[in-house]
Structures are given as C-alpha cells and as structure tokens.
C-alpha cells in the first residue's frame, strides 16, 4: 500500500431460500452498507481504543422497505419479524485471507417453523446487542444492513441462509 492509500471495507450478502423439498427458491448476492457504528467498531477495536462498540452477536429479519443509510433510520431494522433474531451458525464468525483482501464472514440459518411470514422477508442486520432478546435493533446496535433486492417469501417448510461476507483491502 502506498503512501496516501485508504482501507475499504466493502460488504456483501448471499441470501439462499431452500424449501422443503430441497427446491431453492432464491439465491442471489447483493451489496450490504455497513453502517457507521459498524465501521466505529471496527476502526476502534483494530487500534485498542477503551470502550468499542460491542462485538457482533447474529442477525435479525424485517420487513421494512426504508434506504438504507449510515445512520438514522436507514441503519437499523424498519419492522422487525419477530422470533428472527438468532446467533450466528456454530463455526462463524469466519476470517480468510484472499489475497489482495481479508475476508470476515458471519452466517445465520433459520430453519424450518422459524421466521415464517406471510410478507416478505425485506432487509437483515448485523447486530452487537443480546441476541437472544426477541425484538428490534436500534441503529446503535447495527452494524450492517441490506435491504433485499429480491424479497425472500418464507414459508414454514423453507429454510433461510444469509452469508455476509466484509472484504478489506487498500485502495
């Protein structure tokens, strides 16, 4: 990296819809915005800075349709499904090394019978708050958001996978 050079953090999310039947019914991979308690988070723990925002602890569904955006109401949950927050799988996070990039990867799964809804499944977060508190994120706890560019209709047999991926490289 040369002199003047900048550290990018660049996120993307797979959602991967599975029915019963094994029949996937959506998988796609889009950009995620990471917010700006998520880059706090970052940039203080990686220089020691007394009191960072917390560490990740999993991920909560929504419903909502607002932008997303670095702060504000744009980077937490719009309308949160309730009974959607869950830790992330049991060997995530992960980190990786793709040479130019360092990659951290987190992975949730909700299986079949869990965040069902009748309405799409429209935005995921990253969260740093108790996980196992069945509720809303505020923008505070929020590290990262996506809004869905193709809506994720769960029904109660499907099994739903999102796999966030950060990617940090010198620019």
Not at 54 to 76: D, N, P, W, Y
Not at 92 to 120: C, D, K
Not at 135 to 147: C, D, E, Y
């Amino acid at each position: 990296m040369s002199a003047g050079s900048l550290i990018a953090v660049r996120g993307l999310v797979r959602v991967r819809l599975v029915a019963g039947d094994g029949t996937v019914k959506l998988d796609r991979t889009q950009k995620n915005l990471i917010t700006q308690i998520g880059d706090q988070m970052i940039m203080e723990r990686a220089t020691g800075i007394s009191s960072p925002p917390a560490q990740a602890t999993g991920m909560r569904l929504g419903t909502g349709s607002t932008a997303v955006a670095k702060t504000g109401a744009g980077a937490a949950l719009v309308t949160y499904l309730s009974g959607s927050n869950k830790a992330f799988d049991a060997t995530y996070p992960q980190s990786s090394f793709s040479s130019p990039n360092r990659v951290i990867t987190w992975q949730a799964s909700w299986g079949a019978g869990v965040a069902t809804t009748a309405s799409n499944i429209t935005e995921a977060v990253i969260v740093n708050d108790t996980i196992a508190t069945d509720a809303t994120s505020t923008a505070a706890n929020t590290l990262a958001r996506v809004l869905l560019a193709s809506p994720a209709p769960k029904a109660s047999g499907d099994t739903l996978t999102i796999t966030w991926t950060w990617s940090m490289s010198g620019t």
